[in-house]
């Protein structure tokens, strides 16, 4: 079964410093997201992208946060200059109808850790 | 504000047990309802609700949604070790998915 695949599984990196997370959605998907998981807390909704633009956002994707889909099979999550509270889990996911469909598939995530 | 409240936080239980699940949320534009298994990392799709009343089903799985009371419920019956996972409910609004915290589930051998 075709699966959303994120690398790296695991990223530490030092406060202030830039991340890219990496997600290759399903093929024939057009609407993608990225969600992110702090420990023990619920999963949260970050941005929505659709034909090459951010569909919707929430308050936590500042300015700090910026999504890509540089190529025809990947799509970014960049963070400029990261936080000690940007630690999470962050999941990527698409999917082939967007909100009337709703059936997300999740990716494996990538377990980001900022020191 | 947007909620989603999932019952219990957490479960314990035997083997061959029957469980529910529950689900209510106070969502502005509702539009969906879907229940995800979250086992060690990605959630996986188990069902989404959009009628109320009817039930899905999917094996040893089956969901309802009751738009009236703004909730839902997951049943699991003759549950297994495999089932052991934390259960996903989460509301469908404009672009995005809204959860809960989740269910943790233990299913003792």
């Known amino acids: 079964e075709p699966e959303v695949t994120q690398t790296p599984s695991h990223q530490v990196t030092q406060m202030g410093q830039e991340v890219i997370l990496r997600c290759v959605p399903i093929s024939n998907h057009l609407y993608f997201y990225w969600y992110r998981q702090i420990l023990g807390q619920k999963v949260e909704f970050l941005v929505s992208f659709y034909n090459n633009e951010i569909s919707e956002k929430s308050e936590i994707f500042d300015d700090q946060f910026s999504v890509e889909r540089p190529d025809g099979s990947n799509f970014t999550l960049k963070i400029r200059s990261t936080k000690l509270e940007d630690s999470a889990m962050y999941f990527c996911?698409?999917?082939?109808?967007?909100?009337?469909?709703?059936?997300?598939?999740f990716g494996s995530g990538t377990q980001l850790s900022v020191l | 504000e947007d909620k989603v409240v999932q019952s219990p936080l957490s479960l314990v239980v035997h083997e061959g047990d029957t469980v529910t699940l529950n689900c209510s949320y106070e969502v502005t534009n509702f539009r969906s309802l879907l229940w995800y298994k979250q086992e060690k990392k990605a959630p996986t799709f188990l069902f989404m609700l959009t009628s109320s009343g009817i039930e899905k089903k999917s094996g040893r799985l089956s969901s309802i949604l009751d738009k009236k009371e703004l909730s839902s419920i997951l049943n699991i019956t003759a549950t297994q070790t495999g089932d052991s996972a934390i259960y996903l409910c989460a509301v469908g609004k404009g672009n995005k998915l809204v959860f809960g915290a989740g269910t943790i589930l233990r299913v003792k051998s």
């Open positions: 996911a698409s999917s082939p109808q967007g909100p009337r469909g709703e059936k997300l598939f």
